[in-house]
C-alpha cells in the first residue's frame, strides 16, 4: 500500500501518512496515476461516451482521471519515437482535459472535446494505441472530428439530439 509521508516545519517534525485514494475515479487524489499511452486512449473513449450521452458531469470526471493519466505517463516504458511524439502532444492534451475536468458546462466540453480530438487523432495515428481499429468520425454540422473504437456512429457533438449525424473518415489498424 502507498504512503505519503509529509514533513511539516514549525519547530517540531512531524510525518503523516496518507494512504493512497483505492478509487480510480476520485478526480483530486494525491496519489498519481500510472499509465501507459493505451490508458489513455481508453479514457478518451469514457469522455467520447459521457458527451454523447450529454453527461457533462461524467465528462467532466473522466476527463479529470485523463490529465491524470496523461501527467501518469511511465516515460520509462516508451520507445524513443513513441516518447518524442508524446512529449509533443502532452501539453495540448493537458490543456483541453483539464478544460473538460474543470467546467459541467456540456457544450464549452464539446469544444474543447473537438481540439482533444485532434491531438489524439495525430498520437493515434503515430503511436499504437490499440490491438483494436481506431476509427476517426466526422460530423459535418459540427465540423469536428472524434475517435471511436466502433464503426457504427455515436455524434458526442449533438447527442441524442443528433446521434447518427456523422460518418467515419478513417480507420487506423
Not at 464549452?108 to 503515430?126: D, G, I, P, V
Request: hydrophobic share 40%.
Amino acid at each position: 500500500m502507498k504512503q505519503l509521508s509529509i514533513l511539516l516545519l514549525g519547530g517540531c517534525l512531524l510525518f503523516t501518512s496518507v494512504k493512497a485514494n483505492s478509487n480510480p475515479t476520485s478526480l483530486f487524489s494525491l496519489n498519481q496515476i500510472q499509465s501507459s499511452l493505451p490508458d489513455l486512449l481508453n479514457l478518451y473513449y469514457d469522455i467520447k461516451n459521457a458527451l454523447f450521452n450529454s453527461n457533462a458531469v461524467e465528462a467532466s470526471e473522466k476527463a479529470g482521471l485523463l490529465l491524470k493519466a496523461i501527467s501518469g505517463v511511465d516515460m520509462s516504458t516508451l520507445s524513443e519515437k513513441d516518447h518524442t511524439v508524446f512529449i509533443s502532444l502532452q501539453s495540448k492534451l493537458s490543456f483541453d482535459a483539464r478544460h473538460i475536468a474543470e467546467v459541467q458546462n456540456i457544450e464549452h466540453q464539446r469544444e474543447h472535446f473537438a481540439s482533444l480530438s485532434l491531438n489524439m487523432y495525430t498520437l493515434a495515428k503515430s503511436v499504437s494505441l490499440s490491438k483494436q481499429p481506431v476509427y476517426e468520425d466526422y460530423c459535418p454540422m459540427k465540423k469536428a472530428y472524434w475517435l471511436t473504437s466502433e464503426a457504427e456512429i455515436k455524434n458526442p457533438y449533438f447527442g441524442e439530439q443528433m446521434p447518427d449525424c456523422g460518418e467515419i473518415k478513417h480507420k487506423l489498424p
